[in-house]
Nanobody, 117 residues
């Protein structure tokens, strides 16, 4: 059974930091591209950052310089370090595992991040 479990979401003040974690099981973690998406209330889900199997990273313009995505193959986990958080970053953050070669794509259930004073 494939499971992606996000954790680390919280209420944080503007300018604060959080690190989200995504624990993955049931798949060969190392062969999947990992990504973080987010969905704010009333808005569509949007891509935040990706990290390939070779650790090549890409970021949405709205988080460049503030967020860092990483992965740990030994722990089968992906992370999203979020710095200088803004109220606009408030959303449910979702972990995603993708392998286009086999048309496999898996999602976690999300973790809530709220940025507010």
């Amino acid at each position: 059974q494939v499971q992606l479990v996000e954790s680390g979401g919280d209420l944080v003040q503007p300018g604060g930091s959080l690190t989200l974690s995504c624990s993955v099981s049931g798949i060969r973690f190392r062969i999947y591209t990992m990504a973080w998406y987010r969905q704010a209330a009333g808005k569509q889900r949007e891509l935040v950052a990706t990290i390939s199997t070779r650790r090549i990273t890409n970021y949405a313009d709205f988080v460049k310089g503030r967020f860092i995505i990483s992965r740990d193959g030994d722990k089968s986990a992906a992370y999203l370090q979020m710095n200088n958080l803004e109220p606009e970053d408030t959303a449910v953050y979702y972990c995603n595992a993708d392998r286009p070669e086999s048309s496999e794509n898996f999602w976690g259930r999300g973790t809530q991040v709220t940025v507010s004073s």
